[in-house]
């Protein structure tokens, strides 16, 4: 675990324009100063990731946000009253300070406080707000823990503070505002829909377009094992690994079952995907055949996971 030393010791490398993984609630991010354009082009690099994919920038107080966004709508307001620090992205009119890699040359930025002790005081001792994507390779699966950072980034960063198993193991939802009409949802994750239309009123939740990405994390192949994952029917193949959802560990024909939660908890079961997709995938098993969650609460986000893997 992070010591108070450590996390002074990331907070001065991001001063000094390095890249630190770090954690959060939701996964592990890999954070740079945002407003050091080389810092941020080192993560673009370090995660292979395309120029035209903006990043998220991180809080750890509302004066900070204040740096980067204008014009917040009043609903964007009611909604980081109610769910900062917590898994929830709002995407907003950036102000000029906020520079153009950080956006893809976008108006907006993506801005969230996340809910974990380390992740705010790295913030609040760099200074400045932390823009960060998740701690993996593009297109592969999001860390929930430091060692997944470690093999799969490890000497390309600068320093990884480990915070242990991330309590909510998916992403933050990410919420945009258009002009007219409903808030819209541009990707299900940690913080469930129904939670946010308890506070706003019905919303939009945008539909999968890999032609067209309205938020490039909605890129349909995404969270991606390197086994060939394929949602429900028959088991082919020699080895095949199954990925539950809910419930009991069924007999035969599996080499290996994972179950996500046993008693039936989504809560729970989030938090285990990406970690039990891992370990499946480690086992150079034929094909992962996995269940869907019901369609509720952050089931949604599971299924979206889950369905972009099998792409
Ligand atoms: O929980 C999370 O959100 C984690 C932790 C580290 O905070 N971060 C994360 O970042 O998942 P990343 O980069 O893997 O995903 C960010 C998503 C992408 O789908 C990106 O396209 C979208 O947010 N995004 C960022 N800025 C945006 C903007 N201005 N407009 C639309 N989408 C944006
Ligand atoms: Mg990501």
């Not at 990331?10 to 740079?32: C, M, N, S, W």
């Not at 960063?157 to 198993?165: A, S």
């Not at 299900?188 to 939670?195: F, R």
Request: charged share 25%; hydrophobic share 45%; aromatic share 4%.
């Amino acid at each position: 675990m992070a010591t108070a030393k450590d996390i002074a010791k990331a907070a001065k490398l991001l001063k000094e324009g390095g890249v630190v993984a770090f954690p959060t609630e939701t996964v592990y991010g890999l954070g740079a100063d945002a407003f050091n354009e080389a810092a941020i082009a080192r993560v673009f690099e370090i995660k292979n990731r395309p120029r035209f994919d903006p990043l998220i920038v991180h809080i750890a107080d509302m004066k900070q946000l204040k740096t980067l966004a204008r014009d917040i709508p009043a609903v964007a307001r009611k909604l980081a009253r109610k769910f900062w620090p917590g898994p929830l992205t709002l995407i907003l009119p950036k102000t000029r300070a906020v520079p153009d890699i950080v956006t893809a040359g976008g108006e907006t930025v993506g801005v969230r406080m996340p809910d974990h002790p380390i992740a705010l005081r790295l913030i609040a001792a760099c200074g400045q707000p932390v823009a960060a994507p998740s701690a993996n390779p593009f297109g592969a699966t999001s860390p929930t823990t430091a060692a997944h950072v470690r093999e799969q980034l490890g000497k390309r960063v600068d320093m990884i503070l480990d915070g242990g198993p991330c309590r909510v193991g998916l992403e933050s939802t990410v919420v945009e505002f258009p002009a007219r009409g409903k808030p819209r949802v541009l990707r299900p994750g940690g913080l469930a829909v129904e939670d946010i239309e308890a506070v706003v009123g019905p919303v939009a939740i945008s539909a999968h377009s890999s032609s067209k990405p309205k938020s490039p994390g909605m890129l349909e192949r995404h969270y991606a094992p390197r086994t060939r994952l394929v949602i429900g029917g028959k088991p082919g193949g020699k080895r095949v690994g199954l990925l539950k959802i809910f419930g009991l560990v069924p007999k035969g024909t599996f080499a290996a079952v994972e179950v996500l939660s046993a008693k039936g908890d989504l809560r729970e079961a989030a938090a285990h995907l990406f970690a039990a997709m891992r370990r499946l995938d480690a086992l150079k098993l034929d094909v992962i055949m996995a269940e869907l969650a019901p369609e509720e609460g952050l089931g949604r986000a599971i299924n979206d996971r889950l369905r972009r893997a099998a792409m």
